[in-house]
Every structure is written in C-alpha cells, then in structure tokens.
C-alpha cells in the first residue's frame, strides 16, 4: 500500500539524518535527498546529496542535472531555519552549512562562467537574503 510505503521511506529518510544508516548508491542517495527537500528536511537533504556526489564525483560537474545548486538551496535553506529538521542546526551547523551553500554556487557559477556577483534571482528562495534568515522573494 502507498501509504506503508510513504512511512518506510520516511523512516529510513530519518535514519539517514541521523547518520544510523547510509544510502547504497549515488542513485539512492539522489532520491532520498530529493525526497528530504519535498518534504522540507534541508539539512538531511543537503547531506544526502553531498553523500551523492561523495560517491559519484561527476554529478556535480553536471550542469542538467543541478546537483550542486540543489544542494546549495538545500543547505542555505536549513541554515536560515526554514526546515523541519529536528533537531534544527546548532550555529555551528548553520555557519557550515552556509559555507557550503556558497562554495557550491560559486562553483556551480564559475562552471557556468559567472562572476557570482550581480545574481539577484534564485528560483528556490535560497539567495543571500534566506541564509542570513531574511525573506526572498520568489
């Protein structure tokens, strides 16, 4: 039933949060952390696509797929506090994350063959304003 199948998912999404289980392939870990996002988990999935690219480097290098941009929405996302991660990042965890979320759209910007300066649009709320904690427009 979709219903059972919704809560296991849900359930091992949580143990990947916790670190008490890890996904089996880069594939897994792509879905669960798209899975997380919809579902407003950031942080779990900000790691869990960070474990994707850990375990398939090239992913991040592919500009179609944006893995790197959804990562930095996620995690620029968790760090405003705009997550139901529980528990929410500390102020460590959140100075990480916002770290992480700007060295992945730097990155992902320099592959595009941006300065990273004057970009004002960011299509999942996660610009500057949202990792600072403020409001963004969509």
Known sequence: DVEQQQRAAV??????????????SAPE???FAQFAYDRK???AAAHLWTVAMAIDPALGDNRESQIRY????AAALAAAGRGKDDPPPDDDARAKLRARALGWLRFGGAAL???GTGVTTWSCGCGPGAAAGGVVPR
């Open 11 to 24: 359930e091992r999404l949580m143990r990947f949060a916790r670190g008490a289980d890890t996904p089996k």
């Open 29 to 31: 870990a792509l879905a």
């Open 70 to 73: 959804n990562a930095a929405c």
């Open 113 to 115: 063959g941006c300065s």
């Open 41 to 43: 988990y950031f942080t």
